[in-house]
């Protein structure tokens, strides 16, 4: 098993066991300014050497992944919950975990599997799309309108999308050259900088699985069913995108992510009828352990089947 997820589950067993370890507040939010960062900066880094218009009809094809996962959940939540709650896990699950994404970014570089390097600029296109379609899915019907302006001040101005989308604009016009002399920092610390930071996600996602209560074992079942079958999706497209198998593995762990930083954010704006609960406890409390104990591997080993080499 990868180090970085170990470093996750000792942060849940330490939680679980009732240990008082926790990492300070700022140190928390410096490291996820870090691993944002790094992230947009090596996706423009490669993105300067890349072809863009190629990389256009992709981008339509992921802003429409973005687009149908919430209205694939949807339904499937009405089952269960109310039109606002059922809106708002489905926008939380048509969104994306960065956090999960650089995990399977760093599963990927430790076994030397080379993906597309435009791949950080879907993560900025998947951010937004299920969050809309959330917002109009739970609005339609109901009293009262949307603050439209102060939803997408919340979305395209948060911390994932500025730190994102500003280091692939920032690596896209420096290039390798002129981001050579920090390299070292942005790049070679990037795994062990995530495993401190995974230590804290372990200790807050152990801490929302008591909260799943509320929702019963409808929404853990669907906690796990969801991100599967967006996953097969993910790879579908992305055999239909012609990605690598690496790129598809990420794309894959795209759909099958879910938000919990972005979407409860913005839909506490717009929809705050929503439980906010049953999301973040959905998608935090089971979601992102299991993608990153089983999923990402298990989207690795469907790749290689349905992926051509």
Known sequence: MDPVVLFFLLGVVARLAGSDLRLPEALYEALSIFLLLAIGLKGGVELAQASLPGIALQAVAVVLLGVALPFIAYPVLRLKFNRFDAASIAAH??????????????????RGIASEPHMPVFVVLLEVPAIIVGVMIARAGARGGVEWGALAREVVLGKSI??????????????????????????????????????????????????????????????????????CIGLALARAMDLSQGGAVLLATLAASASYIAAPAALRIAVPEANPTLSIAASLGITFPFNLTVGIPLYHRLATWWIPT
């Open 162 to 231: 500025v730190l994102l989308l500003g280091g692939l604009v920032i690596g896209w016009i420096a290039g390798p050259a002129g981001l050579a002399p920090i390299g070292g920092l942005y790049f070679d610390l990037f795994k062990g900088v995530l495993a401190l930071f995974l230590l804290e996600m372990g200790l807050v996602a152990a801490s929302r699985v008591r909260e799943l209560a509320k929702g019963g074992f409808f929404l853990a079942g669907f906690a796990i069913a969801m991100p599967l079958a967006s996953a």
């Open 93 to 110: 699950y048509g969104s994306v975990s960065v956090v999960t994404y650089a995990v399977a970014f760093a599963y990927l570089g430790s």
